[in-house]
């Protein structure tokens, strides 16, 4: 059974000491491809270059989260969307709207995300998007550029929003924030009114890190060994195999990111 975790921080210095032993772990766990998400430049630049390393099994993203969207200047484009065009880049993103933190201003956040919506039709390429406590001007931007191919990743919403998604053409991210019984319970709703052929599944390592897992690990970084939890979280809630889950996540990452089965190296 092959998993896809279709967002995982590996760029992050988390990783840096251990990264190769964490990609050995996930594959035996049956994590067959990651995509490894690119949230700034810099990160971008890392994932791709993880993602040439490891060729057929790591994918990259090419964005800028909201986070940083005051990094991503008229000057600083260019070079974005040159990066969106390499080979490896399978979406581009992590872009979107955060006015839960709002650490960059909401005018430069909402700025940022519409450059990127023009990088995703201009390479063909879905995007991969964030939100958080914005989505009223989210869901206006999206239908403003038409977006219909991508994935709300790390979806954390109520049945409104999953619907307004679902209707734009929209796949949705389930990370193990649903595995958390105090503020996941509602996800175990929500996620029953997915179609399977729109349901993803990714860990958000180094974040998010599942709080069933027993026995429970020694740190709080999360890890793509880790999404099999998720699955099962996921299977759980629909009253699903999670062999089921598995095959069409799997099918539905593979056909949204246009990924070829990995040759299993
Ligand atoms: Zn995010």
């Given amino acids: 059974m092959e998993l896809i975790d279709i967002g995982a921080n590996l760029a992050h210095d988390s990783f840096d000491a251990d990264r190769e032993a964490i990609l050995q772990r996930a594959a035996e766990a049956g994590v067959a491809q990651i995509l490894v998400t690119g949230s700034s430049e810099d990160s971008t630049r890392k994932a791709i270059a993880l993602s040439g390393a ?15 969207a005051a990094d991503l200047t008229a000057d600083a484009l260019p070079a974005l969307q040159e990066l969106a065009r390499d080979e490896y880049v399978v979406a581009v993103g992590e872009c979107g709207l955060d006015y839960f933190r709002d650490l960059s201003p909401r005018d430069l956040q909402r700025r940022a995300f519409g450059w990127q919506l023009e990088i995703s039709a201009a390479t063909g390429k879905p995007v991969f998007l964030h939100q958080r406590d914005g989505h009223d001007d989210f869901i206006a931007i999206l239908r403003e550029h038409r977006v219909t191919r991508g994935v709300a990743h790390c979806f954390t919403g109520n049945e409104k929003e999953r619907d307004a998604y679902l209707e734009l053409g929209l796949h949705i991210g389930i990370t193990g924030w649903i595995n958390d019984e105090r503020r996941g319970l509602h996800l175990r709703e929500v996620v029953k009114g997915i179609p399977a052929d729109r349901l993803l599944i990714e860990t958000d390592a180094p974040y998010l890190l599942p709080r069933d897992i027993r026995p429970a690990p020694k740190t709080r970084r999360n890890e793509p060994f880790y999404l099999p939890y998720v699955a099962r979280a996921i299977a759980a809630a629909r009253g699903e195999s999670w062999e089921t889950v598995a095959a069409a996540s799997t099918a539905a990452a593979r056909h949204l990111f246009r990924l070829s089965p990995s040759s299993g190296q």
């Fill in 54 to 68: 490891h060729r057929g099994r790591l994918f990259a993203t090419a964005g800028v989260h909201p986070h940083h």
